[in-house]
């Protein structure tokens, strides 16, 4: 698989081949979809946070390019290098311009991977009701599991990532086993207010939130609507040794809050 190709053509062709696959076998592809998941995880495209961070690297490359020996002509008096159509500045002007061309370039095709994936995944997720429960809980044990709160993983992954645990507990209920990890990211996540501003601070925050502050509220949401799934399809369908590992992680969270209030 190419997906993790250098080629953007290449990449693109491959998500439009598993989306065309996906369409004409679904379900009969069986373990293969768990290496497609795996494989679309691992090469899920991120928003070029750092684009910044690049354009100031960019212009000190400019400038150590411009103030080198690169631009110093050999010989003397009227023969030396003498900027007098444009100035170096305009040069530095020239260059940002095709650094931000690029960044341009490079989100438009950031986004175009994203909407090929977050489709490829809708196409999984309406799956998910005809795969075999043995399918299933290699997906969630292996996958969703593994995945869902690594701190690699993009917001937007994560919010799948729960789709997906949510649509099997409902599916398998008690052959669901969740463990404490997964109690405590799920609960902690679910009382973060986006962007980890406080409840008074979310309250006054503006009316067009940036892109990050969305997928955190988004984030937040599903963690509620996961942990309501909890309550409603697994603690009561548990079986014995799920409800040790609850009372376990209970007892474990009480604990912690005891020597919280003690401090």
Same mark, same amino acid.
């Given at each position: 698989?190419?997906?993790?190709?250098?080629?953007?053509? $290449?990449?693109?062709?491959?998500?439009?081949?598993?989306?065309? &696959?996906?369409?004409?076998? =679904?379900?009969?592809?069986?373990?293969?979809?768990?290496?497609?998941?795996?494989?679309?995880?691992?090469?899920?495209? $991120?928003?070029?946070?750092?684009?910044?961070?690049?354009?100031?690297?960019?212009?000190?490359?400019?400038?150590?390019?411009?103030?080198?020996?690169?631009?110093?002509?050999?010989?003397? =008096?009227?023969?030396?290098?003498?900027?007098?159509?444009?100035?170096?500045?305009?040069?530095?002007?020239?260059? #940002?311009?095709?650094?931000?061309? $690029?960044?341009?370039?490079?989100?438009?095709?950031?986004?175009?991977?994203?909407?090929?994936?977050?489709?490829?995944?809708? /196409?999984?997720?309406?799956? &998910?009701?005809?795969?075999?429960?043995?399918?299933?809980? @290699?997906?969630? !044990?292996?996958?969703?599991?593994?995945?869902?709160?690594?701190?690699?993983?993009?917001?937007?992954?994560?919010? !799948?990532?729960?789709?997906?645990?949510?649509?099997? @507990?409902?599916?398998?209920?008690?052959?669901?086993? &969740?463990?404490?990890?997964?109690?405590?990211?799920? &609960?902690?996540?679910?009382?973060?207010?986006?962007? =980890?501003?406080?409840?008074?601070? /979310?309250?006054?925050?503006?009316? /067009?939130? #940036?892109?990050?502050?969305? %997928? #955190?509220?988004?984030?937040?949401?599903?963690?509620?609507?996961?942990?309501? *799934?909890?309550?409603?399809?697994?603690?009561?369908?548990?079986?014995?040794?799920?409800?040790?590992?609850?009372?376990?992680?209970?007892?474990?969270?009480?604990? %912690?809050?005891?020597?919280? *209030? =003690?401090?």
């Amino acid at each position: 698989m190419n997906i993790d190709n250098n080629i953007e053509a $290449v990449r693109l062709a491959v998500l439009k081949t598993i989306e065309y &696959l996906l369409d004409i076998l =679904g379900c009969s592809m069986d373990k293969s979809l768990v290496h497609i998941l795996v494989a679309l995880i691992q090469t899920y495209p $991120v928003n070029n946070i750092s684009a910044d961070k690049d354009n100031a690297s960019a212009h000190k490359r400019v400038n150590s390019f411009f103030k080198s020996e690169h631009l110093e002509a050999k010989g003397e =008096g009227e023969n030396r290098f003498k900027p007098s159509f444009f100035s170096f500045a305009d040069l530095n002007r020239a260059e #940002d311009c095709q650094v931000k061309e $690029v960044a341009v370039l490079h989100q438009s095709y950031v986004q175009s991977s994203k909407n090929y994936y977050n489709h490829i995944f809708e /196409s999984l997720l309406l799956l &998910l009701h005809s795969m075999s429960p043995d399918l299933l809980l @290699i997906i969630y !044990y292996e996958v969703a599991s593994k995945y869902m709160f690594h701190d690699l993983v993009a917001n937007e992954l994560k919010v !799948y990532l729960m789709k997906f645990t949510d649509k099997i @507990i409902h599916i398998c209920k008690g052959s669901i086993l &969740l463990n404490q990890e997964l109690l405590t990211n799920v &609960l902690r996540l679910m009382l973060i207010t986006p962007a =980890g501003q406080s409840a008074v601070n /979310s309250k006054q925050k503006s009316k /067009s939130p #940036d892109l990050s502050s969305r %997928q #955190d509220e988004m984030l937040t949401k599903m963690c509620q609507a996961l942990w309501q *799934t909890f309550k409603t399809e697994l603690f009561v369908n548990n079986s014995l040794k799920g409800n040790r590992i609850l009372i376990q992680w209970i007892s474990h969270q009480l604990s %912690q809050l005891a020597e919280g *209030t =003690g401090q």
